[in-house]
């Protein structure tokens, strides 16, 4: 389901354009850094076929590496970042943090997105760590950069909510390793809904249309007041 926060305020917006936002901070810079680092390893792991000696000898390093990192001050989700009060704004912890466009989350497969105008424009490129059929993108995948994708256009409308149904069709393959041209417009406003179409192309072939219907909830979208979700810690 996306979500996505207000922006309201003018310091800052990530989407004004097509140029990626610069980090908050220094440390989010070299967050960056180290998420781009396990992005390129996870990326060499799913291509290579190293000696079995080797992989273990990389996987006792990695997992030195991880439990020295786990002693660090941990910070649970987005709510826990953002009310530390030393990592941003909701909007600029959101376009680190985002399973999808977070520039610090190695799991995101580096969408970069902008408006221009009432369209939205973006660009993505998946590598052989989102391979479905061989060759090409998981579908699963597909349809959540689309969710991601649509869910901010909807901020063309002024009224952005969460995901209420999200219609992916899928017109051809979409290859891996390929730099991938999305675009979307909001195409209804009727009280708290916002509609919003997009699609996915290689060049001029459309591999993937997508309709997105968002709703505002009753009161506005949530706001920044702390999670009242439990971390791991306190799960125990």
């Not at 390129?40 to 291509?47: H, K, P, R």
């Not at 909007?91 to 520039?103: K, Q």
Request: charged residues 20%; negative net charge; contains cysteine.
């Amino acid at each position: 389901m996306s979500y996505l926060p207000e922006l309201t305020s003018p310091v800052f917006n990530p989407f004004e354009s097509e140029e990626i936002s610069p980090p908050f901070s220094d440390h989010w810079h070299a967050k960056r850094r180290v998420a781009q680092a396990i992005r390129a390893l996870t990326d060499v792991l799913v291509t290579s076929t190293p000696p079995t000696y080797e992989l273990n000898a990389i996987a006792d390093e990695l997992e030195k590496q991880a439990n020295e990192f786990a002693a660090c001050k941990r910070l649970y989700g987005m709510m826990e970042f953002i009310n530390d009060g030393e990592h941003g704004t909701q909007g600029e912890v959101s376009h680190e943090l985002n399973a999808l466009g977070g520039w610090s989350n190695p799991l995101s497969p580096g969408l970069n997105m902008w408006l221009e105008g009432n369209k939205a424009f973006g660009t993505v490129n998946f590598g052989y760590a989102y391979e479905g059929p061989p060759g090409f993108i998981h579908g699963g995948y597909v349809a959540a950069i689309m969710d991601q994708f649509l869910g901010m256009a909807q901020i063309i409308g002024k009224k952005p909510g969460m995901t209420g149904t999200l219609t992916t069709r899928y017109r051809k393959p979409t290859p891996l390793n390929t730099d991938l041209q999305l675009e979307a417009e909001v195409t209804l406003l009727e009280g708290r809904k916002t509609l919003v179409k997009g699609e996915m192309r290689v060049g001029d072939i459309v591999t993937a249309t997508c309709e997105g219907l968002f709703i505002r909830p009753t009161g506005g979208m949530p706001s920044r007041s702390r999670s009242t979700q439990s971390t791991p810690s306190e799960q125990k």
